[in-house]
């Protein structure tokens, strides 16, 4: 499956403890994003990256969230001392290159709850 | 800002039953509209890109269509298999940042 691999697909976790949710992008792709969808309501973004590089986080939470994409290895979304209201499903998507007209593929999600 | 309204918000219609789903946008300056699929417990699956009035794209029961306002997903004879919930979104400034509308629930039975 050469797609966008997201994991864990299931995370559960008790509030105030951390969760890491890993995003391999599509073979070739360098451009990473992270949306994340709560229940009843549309996808929202939250941060894009690049090789070593934060290009856009202006849909991050300003605490306890943050996110890398190492030159080596998948995209990182961290969320510290995790509370009830992150729990959600987290997308991460790929493009070939950020231009308008390549399109942005996305995983298949992780699922975060909080107990 | 930039807003994205799909409706209807659910739509249930028999097999081989025509109908259309409309995404009606209020943005800055459309740089692409994107339809996305998404089955329950799955990731958006892409469909179409429409960058400017007048265009349209077709794959298979499924045609979209764009005016300078909205965008139609007209679906033709559906079958089963095309229960999902169709996403809309636009992007209206780097490719990284897509604003989503709610979705269409869409059930085709028997």
């Known amino acids: 499956n050469a797609g966008v691999m997201q994991n864990p697909r299931h995370l559960v976790r008790r509030r105030g403890q951390e969760a890491r949710l890993r995003c391999s992008p599509m073979?070739?792709?360098?451009?990473v994003y992270w949306y994340r969808q709560l229940p009843e309501e549309g996808l929202k973004f939250m941060v894009y990256?690049?090789?070593?590089?934060?290009?856009?986080e202006s849909g991050m939470p300003k605490e306890r969230f943050s996110a890398e994409f190492p030159k080596e290895g998948p995209s990182i979304l961290r969320i510290q001392q995790v509370v009830r209201g992150d729990s959600a499903a987290y997308f991460c998507?790929?493009?070939?290159?950020?231009?308008?007209?390549?399109?942005?593929?996305f995983g298949e999600g992780s699922w975060l709850t909080v107990v | 800002e930039d807003q994205v309204t799909q409706s209807p918000e659910a739509l249930r219609l028999q097999e081989g039953e025509s109908s259309s789903l409309n995404c009606s946008y209020t943005?800055?300056?459309?740089?692409?509209l994107f339809w996305y699929r998404q089955d329950p417990g799955k990731g958006p699956e892409f469909l179409f890109t429409?960058?400017?009035a007048g265009e349209e794209k077709e794959k298979e029961r499924l045609k979209a269509t764009l005016t300078k306002k909205e965008s139609f997903l007209h679906i033709t004879a559906p079958k089963p298999e095309d229960s999902a919930t169709y996403l809309c979104?636009?992007?209206?400034?780097?490719?990284?940042?897509?604003?989503f509308g709610t979705g269409t629930r869409l059930q085709v039975t028997l």
């Open positions: 943005v800055s300056g459309l740089r692409g």
């Open positions: 429409l960058y400017s």
């Open positions: 979104a636009v992007n209206t400034g780097t490719a990284s940042k897509l604003t």
């Open positions: 990256l690049q090789k070593e590089n934060i290009i856009d």
């Open positions: 073979k070739g792709h360098s451009h």
């Open positions: 998507a790929s493009s070939l290159s950020p231009g308008t007209r390549n399109t942005i593929y």
